[in-house]
Structure formats: structure tokens, C-alpha cells
């Protein structure tokens, strides 16, 4: 069962009565959001509307925006591609940096290291990666510079969670797949990518094969549109055509 976009299961009841009252919008909060972000980070919870609502506090109070607060923020909107909360979250951040960090791309030039805008770039490229199911690369990306570790360092199972985001992915457009390209995206081999498909994800190793069972997303099905339209209706709209002036 979903939930809706502003509710959170794991939400703490001093955090659901400040989204919910004038309190939201008072920079004295800031620091409990924060120290809640951390616990997302800690705990592998999630809740998109109280980051969001974070953000729109620094935007408000922007002597108040904390770059490592920020960066995981958008650390954490990675791991529930492909939902929209990674742009969501970049549309509330200052826009000196967004500017910034498109001028660099547009450049072919790094942002200054260090800062917001750098962190923007290089969560943006994983982002893409994500979002173009290009896995084997989103991989080869975070694991080929340190500056990807240390930004997602604060987010504990990162690399669980992307593997598991990118096998709900998987299950709902898929009916199998080849092993060896399945462990490419999902960048482990062995019997820990057995253990994974098998006890996690619950699909079957056929041969040189990855079984995954038919549900709702990925079970092709014939759909039939027929269309109630009387000829009266088709009457009327031919006469209005006529009666339209040149």
C-alpha cells in the first residue's frame, strides 16, 4: 500500500506536528530537521516532505544552509529513483549554485571544489545514469573517484539501496534477464549476487538466466480501447465545423 507524497511511516511525532503547524516555516527548526536527516541516514529511513521542507528553510534563511545537510539530501532522493524527488529537491536549492553548477557542465569545467554546486554536478551524473538505466556506468561512476564516496559516505547501505531501487526497476519491465548483464547493474558477482537475486529479490537462476516472476508491471497483457461514440455526436461536431465563419 502507498502512502501519500507528505506522509511518512517512520516520521517521528515532533517532526509530523512541526510539518503540520506554523512551526514549518520557523528557522529555529532548522536544527532539529538537520539532526533528522542524519537519523534518515543512520537508520535507511526516508521522508522526501521533511527534506523538502528543510530546504525551503534554507531558502528563506540561506546563512543558515549546511552543505553536508544539503548534499545528503540529495544522496538520499538517489535511492528512490526513478521518483521525482531528486529534481525536486535541486529546484529548492540556491540559484546561484544551480547557475553555477550549469555553467560549469556547459563549460566542460569543474565547479570549485568543495562546494554545493560540485556536489550538484557530480549527483546530477549519477542521477542521469539512473534515470537512462544506465547502471553498469552508474557503478563504474561512483566507484571510480573518491569524491563520489565521500559524498554518499553519510548515507549507511548506499550501495544496498541502489541495488535494491534498481531491481524493483528491473521487475517491472522484465520477465528475465542475462546473469551476466544483471550482475553488471547490479556490480556484484558469485555467491553474493546469488544470495541477492534468490533471499532479497525473490527471482530464480535458471541456467546462464535470471528469472523474475510475472506481476502487474512487467506481465504482457492485450488491452482492448473501444470507444462509445454516438453518431448523433459526430452530428453536432460536423456542424459546428460548418458553422464556424471563414
Not at 132 to 140: G, S
Request: charged share 20%; with cysteine.
Amino acid at each position: 500500500m502507498g502512502y501519500a507524497f507528505d506522509t511518512c511511516p517512520d516520521r517521528p511525532e515532533n517532526i509530523d506536528a512541526i510539518l503540520n503547524g506554523l512551526d514549518r516555516y520557523n528557522p529555529e527548526t532548522t536544527g532539529i530537521f538537520q539532526d533528522y536527516i542524519a537519523q534518515q541516514c543512520e537508520s535507511q529511513t526516508y521522508d522526501c516532505f521533511a527534506n523538502l521542507a528543510l530546504l525551503k528553510l534554507y531558502q528563506f534563511n540561506p546563512h543558515l544552509l549546511q552543505l553536508e545537510t544539503t548534499t545528503n539530501i540529495l544522496a538520499k532522493a538517489l535511492t528512490v529513483f526513478p521518483s521525482p524527488d531528486f529534481s525536486l529537491c535541486l529546484s529548492l536549492l540556491p540559484p546561484h549554485v544551480l547557475a553555477q553548477t550549469k555553467n560549469a557542465q556547459q563549460n566542460g569545467t569543474a565547479p570549485p571544489s568543495g562546494t554545493l554546486a560540485e556536489a550538484v554536478q557530480l549527483l546530477s551524473v549519477l542521477h542521469t545514469q539512473l534515470n537512462n538505466a544506465q547502471y553498469d556506468q552508474f557503478w563504474d561512476t561512483l566507484n571510480g573517484d573518491d569524491l563520489y564516496a565521500d559524498l554518499v559516505a553519510d548515507v549507511q547501505g548506499f550501495e544496498e539501496l541502489m541495488r535494491v531501487r534498481i531491481a524493483v526497476v528491473v521487475s517491472q519491465c522484465m520477465q528475465e534477464v542475462e546473469r551476466s548483464i544483471l550482475e553488471s547493474w547490479m556490480s556484484i558477482k558469485g555467491s553474493k549476487f546469488e544470495n541477492f537475486v534468490k533471499e532479497i529479490c525473490g527471482w530464480k537462476i535458471e541456467g546462464e538466466k535470471v528469472v523474475i516472476p510475472l506481476n502487474k508491471e512487467n506481465e504482457a497483457r492485450s488491452s482492448v480501447v473501444r470507444e462509445n461514440v454516438k453518431f448523433e455526436q459526430f452530428g453536432r461536431m460536423v456542424k459546428r465545423a460548418y458553422e464556424q465563419p471563414a
